[in-house]
Structure formats: structure tokens, C-alpha cells
């Protein structure tokens, strides 16, 4: 493959919703969107999950953009590859970390490949269902009451798998009046490293509540404690920010840190590292579901591609465009029907990217070839 121009975008969403964590509140969305381009004209899209500010993790739009520009944008227009493999085995592995910057510019390099081959990017990747079962994630809001409302409302679209961020004072009293209210709804939390082991009897007491798992419960670059937290819960612990790669994953296994991986392809610097880790987990019989960044129906795209791999067994984050925004950037938007996600079969990632819309949410762009 010769990719002969690559353009940088930088787009700004408004949510339709504020989405709050343990780290902060979102109102809007600000990222960079990569296109590459071939001799033929073919495009190639992904974007980068790194948001505007360093608190989910250390990269940001702003670094994104630098190493994108300085680092990987020359890398790929001075080198011809065969395969998107060669990337992050090779051409990128000399830059240390900054794996949501690699996996932008990869993930259209991956699109572009599968246009190339007449593959669906799903199926270039090795994946196999047709269908991806979804969950949503539900952000801290201002009342128990309001989060029962949102957690009734998605009940009846048909989401498989509710996911409650918490962070502490808004944890065991939250869990338990949900399982008050439904006691056998496939339920899970997600911390995002609010608590420390010192937190260990409050944690303890949601062990009580049939949770599928909890998601990040401590540091976001612990894999230790976790251990030691995974051996005292019967609930599986799940680690997010704590997996950058196959060795992060390797050894969160070896220690017994986790009983399931979430798997952002951004996180662990793109989808052939994604795969690996995927074939790693699958081999030890540990379950894994796709976690979600606020993507654009870009990102979206890429998410449902890897979800159709094989041990991608529990519902993941990729929900309906609309829950997120009042108009997305591909067509058709991302549609949930009975809390499934129907997997393209067309070439690439199988939606169209809205040129016009693209462009009415631009800051500012750059060509670069
Ligand atoms: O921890 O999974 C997370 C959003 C931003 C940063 C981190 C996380 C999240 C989500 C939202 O949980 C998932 C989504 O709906 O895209
Ligand atoms: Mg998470």
C-alpha cells in the first residue's frame, strides 16, 4: 500500500447529553478525525479517542496532533507496507506510547486496506458474528431518581448491559436502590480509578449485589492492588486504563488482576494490537467487550469491526449514534434494534463519511503529503 496524502481534522460535537465520570464532566466533544488517501482516490477514516484534556488518560488532542504531524504522518508517506500489521510491528514501535495517536492514523490505514481488498474491515479483521450485542453507559447525574429514568428508558430500547459510572458517595446507595428496582438487570460499575485498596469494605459491600463486574476500581496504572482486590471480591474485576497492550494484558493475567479486559482499540495503539490481545484472552478463556470513547459514527465503526471477533462475548459501550448526538458524521448513523448492532458487510467500515457534515464541524484541518 502507497498512501499518497493524509488530512488531519479537528472536529468539535456538542453532546446532546453532559457525561459525567469520576474524572469530570464532558459537554462536548473535540477530536481529531484522520483521513489517508490512496493513489485511486479511496479514503481511508478512523479517529483518535484522545480527548481535550489529560484525565481519562496523558494524551490529548493537542499531543495527539503533535505526534500525528511530527512522528507517524512522516512515517507512513515515506514507507510502503503491505499490511496494517506492519505498523505497530514495525514502522511505529520505535515511539514510545502515545497508542491513541498510532491507532487513528493505523485505523484508516485499516479502513483504506479493507476498501483495497473488498473486505469489510469486520471481516479483514478476522471477525465473525453478524450481529454485536450493545450495553450503554450511564454517567453520574444529579439523582438516584434520574438515573432509575435513563436506566428504564434504555430497558425498553432493548440495551443488554447497564454500566453506572461511580466514584465514592455515589456507589453503594446507587447500586442498591437500582437492585431494588431491578433486581436481575445485567448490571456492572465503572470507577475509573476513584478508590484506593483503603476503600476495600465499601467495594466489599457491592460485591453484594450481583454486579457482572467492576470496571477500574483503582489506580489507572495499577495492576498490583488489583490483584489483591480480584482475590477478596467474588465479582470480576475488569481493567480498563490499566491495559496499554498484549504485555499489560499478559501480566494482568499472570497476577490475577482481572477476570475480563475491556478493550478500546485507541487504549492499546490500534486494532492489530487489539487482535493480539483479543487471540491472548480467548487462549485463557477470559471474556472480553469493546469500551467506548464518545466516538464519532467513525469511531463507532471501528468499534462494531472489532466487536465481531469471536471472544468479544459480553455486550460492549458502542450505543445508537442518537443517544450521543443530534446529528452523526456517517451515513446511516449507528441504529440499535433489540439491543444489537447489525455488522456492515460492505467494504471498509461500511458506513459512508458525510463529507458536508465533516466540514461543518471542522476547526481547523491540515493536508499533509
Ligand atoms: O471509562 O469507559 C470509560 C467515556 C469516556 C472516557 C472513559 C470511559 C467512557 C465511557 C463512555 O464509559 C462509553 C461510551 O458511551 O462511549
Ligand atoms: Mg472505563
Given amino acids: 500500500m502507497k498512501i499518497k496524502q493524509v488530512i488531519l481534522r479537528h472536529l468539535k460535537l456538542d453532546l446532546l447529553h453532559p457525561f459525567t465520570t469520576s474524572f469530570g ?127 428504564g428508558a434504555r430497558l425498553k430500547e432493548g440495551y443488554k448491559r447497564f454500566k453506572l459510572k461511580i466514584k465514592p458517595g455515589w456507589d453503594v446507595e446507587l447500586i442498591d436502590r437500582v437492585r431494588q428496582i431491578y433486581p436481575d438487570i445485567p448490571l456492572m460499575a465503572d470507577a475509573n480509578s476513584a478508590y484506593t485498596l483503603e476503600d476495600i469494605n465499601r467495594l466489599a459491600v457491592l460485591d453484594n449485589y450481583n454486579l457482572m463486574m467492576i470496571e477500574q476500581p483503582l489506580a489507572h496504572n495499577d495492576i498490583i492492588d488489583h490483584a489483591d482486590l480480584q482475590a477478596k471480591l467474588k465479582t470480576p474485576v475488569c481493567l480498563d486504563e490499566s491495559i496499554h497492550s498484549l504485555e499489560d494484558a499478559r501480566k494482568a493475567l499472570k497476577l490475577g488482576s482481572c477476570k475480563i479486559i475491556n478493550i478500546k482499540v485507541g487504549r492499546v495503539g490500534g486494532l492489530t494490537q487489539a487482535r493480539k490481545i483479543h487471540d491472548l484472552c480467548e487462549k485463557h478463556s477470559v471474556p472480553l467487550w469493546c469500551g467506548g470513547m464518545l466516538e464519532s459514527g467513525v469511531g463507532r465503526a471501528h468499534n462494531i469491526a472489532i466487536t465481531s471477533l469471536s471472544n468479544f462475548t459480553l455486550p460492549g459501550d458502542t450505543a445508537a449514534s442518537s443517544l450521543y448526538w443530534a446529528e452523526d458524521i456517517i451515513d446511516p448513523e449507528v441504529t440499535v434494534e433489540n439491543g444489537t448492532i447489525n455488522v456492515p458487510q460492505t467494504t471498509g467500515i461500511g458506513f459512508e463519511v458525510n463529507r458536508e457534515k465533516v466540514d461543518n464541524y471542522t476547526l481547523y484541518s491540515k493536508v499533509f503529503r
Fill in 25 to 151: 464532566t464532558e459537554y462536548d466533544k473535540d477530536f481529531i478525525l484522520v483521513e489517508v488517501k490512496n493513489d485511486d482516490g479511496l479514503s481511508g477514516w478512523a479517529e483518535s479517542v484522545a480527548m481535550l484534556d489529560p484525565h481519562y488518560n496523558e494524551e490529548t488532542v493537542k499531543t495527539n496532533w503533535h505526534i500525528l504531524e511530527d512522528y507517524l504522518i512522516p512515517i507512513l508517506l515515506n514507507n510502503e507496507i503491505d499490511h496494517p500489521d506492519q505498523l505497530s510491528e514495525t514502522l511505529f514501535a520505535h515511539i514510545r506510547g502515545n497508542y491513541m495517536a498510532k491507532a487513528a492514523l493505523e485505523g484508516a490505514v485499516w479502513d483504506l486496506y479493507a476498501k483495497e481488498q473488498n473486505f469489510s474491515l469486520a471481516h479483514a479483521l478476522g471477525g465473525t458474528r453478524e450481529k454485536i450485542d450493545v450495553g450503554v453507559s450511564i454517567g453520574i447525574k444529579d439523582s438516584i431518581e434520574e438515573t432509575l429514568e435513563i436506566i
